[in-house]
T-cell receptor
Framework: NAGVTQTPKFQVLKTGQSMTLQCAQDMNHNSMYWYRQDPGMGLRLIYYSASEGTTDKGEVPNGYNVSRLNKREFSLRLESAAPSQTSVYFC?????????????FGSGTRLTVV | LAKTTQPISMDSYEGQEVNITCSHNNIATNDYITWYQQFPSQGPRFIIQGYKTKVTNEVASLFIPADRKSSTLSLPRVSLSDTAVYYCLVGAGGYNKLIFGAGTRLAVHP
């Protein structure tokens, strides 16, 4: 009954370092998403995967790459972290795309780039 | 894209009914209206979804007029634990993603 699991929960990086945020869902959902949320702001879509084998850019994709490893897993990679990428990152999944399917969100990864 | 407009913040007191209205003038024919709730340090949580008229579940009610250009989330008898940010979302036509706005920050006072 885990839903959407994100790892790690917290991470501090130095500018220029790379890291991968992991996300896995156990609900057999087809679509998965990565959002970032800056303090006091709403969520902004980074990348999404409508189905296994496909990925597309969202509103703020620069500086990020994604991999839909299989139906369960969708990872987000920062190749060269910058202080502007300090944020809370949320992964979400839904049965399918479109607004008539509710999204299930993970608990987030709080990333600080110094 | 169907843009939404909702109040930045609202205040209420325990036991009161809270109504949060969202405007979405450019909603597409196939779009549903969905509301999410977010507590601090947590991911958003699905509350309710509707297409037209009225939808009610154990948490809230959603009222949608015939023209669908707005919607109202109604929270009956709020408690302190309802203090959160509430997001109104409308789909981007055929695109497979939801776009979040800034949301409404609801503060419930004793």
């Amino acid at each position: 009954n885990a839903g959407v699991t994100q790892t790690p929960k917290f991470q501090v990086l130095k500018t220029g370092q790379s890291m991968t945020l992991q996300c896995a869902q156990d609900m057999n959902h087809n679509s998965m998403y990565w959002y970032r949320q800056d303090p006091g702001m709403g969520l902004r879509l980074i990348y999404y995967s409508a189905s296994e084998g496909t990925t597309d850019k969202g509103e703020v994709p620069n500086g990020y790459n994604v991999s839909r490893l299989n139906k369960r897993e969708f990872s987000l990679r920062l190749e060269s972290a910058a202080p502007s990428q300090t944020s809370v990152y949320f992964c979400a999944s839904s049965e399918a795309g479109g607004t008539n399917y509710g999204y299930t969100f993970g608990s987030g990864t709080r990333l600080t780039v110094v | 894209l169907a843009k939404t407009t909702q109040p930045i913040s609202m205040d209420s007191y325990e036991g009161q009914e809270v109504n949060i209205t969202c405007s979405h003038n450019n909603i597409a024919t196939n779009d549903y209206i969905t509301w999410y709730q977010q507590f601090p340090s947590q991911g958003p949580r699905f509350i309710i979804q509707g297409y037209k008229t009225k939808v009610t579940n154990e948490v809230a009610s959603l009222f949608i007029p015939a023209d669908r250009k707005s919607s109202t989330l109604s929270l009956p008898r709020v408690s302190l634990s309802d203090t959160a940010v509430y997001y109104c979302l409308v789909g981007a036509g055929g695109y497979n993603k939801l776009i979040f706005g800034a949301g409404t920050r609801l503060a419930v006072h004793p």
